[in-house]
């Protein structure tokens, strides 16, 4: 299966994420990894799964959202239609604030909005460089259960 990792990172713990689900999932799938700045829809139309990841960010004032390369994303494709096509969303945050991961949150409405579908529930990793052990394990356990749900 063609497997596209879309990540964007402030931080560069989502892109840490992405990479760990990468080595899972290449051992069975073609996986493709880029950041979500260098991604354009011929990627997203390649993939017959696409893993989305994003920091939870202020963007134009409003806390909780998407990175603004995956909002670029999101509103390149909010139009198309793509019922054969599933997503995993994963996120990295904090949870002493407000909207924990509420850029999962935007993202799966996307998913929703455009006809696809969650292939596994989302994945919201807290304090990732603050317990990376634990956040690690957390991936790689999500990472397996998505490998067997695809």
Known sequence: ???????????????????????????????????????????IEKAKLVIMGSPSWMVQGEEGMPHEDILHIIQALY???????????????????????????????????????EAIHSLKIDGFYFRIEESVREIELWSKKLLKAI
């Open 79 to 117: 139009d198309a239609k793509y019922p054969y096509k599933k997503f995993a969303l994963f996120g990295c945050g904090d949870k002493r604030y407000t909207f924990f991961c509420g850029a999962i949150d935007h993202m799966k409405k996307f998913v929703k909005d455009i006809g696809a579908k």
């Open 1 to 43: 299966m063609n497997v596209l990792i879309v990540y964007a990172s402030n931080s560069g713990s989502n892109y840490h994420v992405a990479n760990i689900i990468a080595n899972i999932l290449i051992k069975k799938h073609s996986v493709l990894l880029k950041n979500a700045s260098e991604v354009d829809i011929a990627d």
